[in-house]
């Protein structure tokens, strides 16, 4: 096992037995929650949080960790919703509307995010560093972030033509992009320290994350990839594969990743699980 598996591993390990201890436990909707943010994932969110605070030695990367991973999960949940992208399937799973029903998907979605802002509010750090913490959350995944790249996301499916390349990007920066970009600057907030580096990196490892996305869409298959593939095509939406083909997609990602490298450079070796993180994102099988 490498440095960077081993760093994953552990972030995955610890910041699920965080959400384990803070996500309620009685009622459908907790059951429901726990089915969302407890199944099996990457975390890659959560390693960012844990590598970022790493660099800069702040206090409470856990609970950062959590509550980016309840706002991903909510993000899921309803993104699978039939109004939304219409999956039935999740990390080799039924979503959570299909194993519950709609309306038990919206509620839990909807807790998922209340959760995220109860743990940041709770978490046992200066209030300077909570407040920051919160504030820039609620933009990242709000109307100005993850929220308009959803918008954006289901506004092109009904669109007179597709999307160009800076507007698909553009939309991929908000409804993927935006919480990795905060997961990356949260240790730099953590601390009161400057987040631009992280951002930067943040900003070309979300793309490279999203323009694998869409090759695996392509190339790969359902047992693997945990999800539906071939969805991209079957819908005629424009992706960075259908833009760029997959020679062109692959050839985008790793200059994204070269720019993700180069970001890091004010951190030195301290940053070598997270220059590792950018070469996982474009080499991925899930």
Same mark, same amino acid.
């Given at each position: 096992?490498?440095? *960077? ?41 959560? +390693?960012?949080? *844990?590598?970022?605070?790493?660099? +800069? ?59 995220? *802002? ?121 992706? *960075? ?46």
């Amino acid at each position: 096992m490498t440095d *960077f598996e081993a760093a994953l591993a552990s972030a995955a390990t610890k910041v699920e037995a965080r959400l384990e201890a803070l996500l309620p436990r009685t009622g459908r909707i907790a059951e429901a929650m726990r089915y969302a943010a407890l199944s099996n994932g990457k975390r890659l969110r959560a +390693f960012l949080v *844990f590598e970022s605070a790493g660099l +800069f030695g702040g206090d409470g990367a856990a609970d950062a960790a959590a509550a980016v991973e309840c706002i991903h999960a909510y993000s899921l949940v309803h993104d699978d919703l039939p109004a939304m992208d219409n999956d039935d399937l999740r990390r080799g799973k039924p979503t959570l509307h299909i194993k519950w029903d709609e309306a038990t998907a919206v509620l839990a979605g909807d807790a998922l995010q209340a959760q995220a *802002f109860d743990i940041l509010a709770n978490m046992q750090v200066a209030d300077s560093a909570k407040l920051a913490l919160i504030a820039s959350i609620a933009h990242a995944s709000g109307a100005e972030g993850m929220v308009l790249g959803q918008d954006y996301d289901i506004a092109a499916e009904t669109a007179s033509a597709p999307l160009t390349l800076d507007q698909i990007t553009r939309l991929q920066a908000l409804k993927t992009g935006a919480l990795i970009r905060w997961a990356a600057g949260a240790g730099a907030l953590l601390a009161g320290g400057n987040p631009a580096p992280l951002h930067a990196y943040a900003d070309a490892l979300g793309i490279a994350f999203q323009i694998r996305d869409d090759i695996l869409d392509v190339t790969g298959n359902e047992a693997t990839t945990g999800k539906r593939v071939q969805k991209d095509a079957a819908a005629g939406k424009a992706t *960075f594969v259908t833009l760029l083909g997959l020679t062109g997609a692959e050839e985008r990602a790793e200059s994204l990743v070269a720019q993700a490298v180069e970001a890091l450079a004010p951190y030195g070796t301290r940053a070598d699980n997270l220059r590792a993180a950018a070469q996982f994102a474009i080499t991925r099988t899930v």
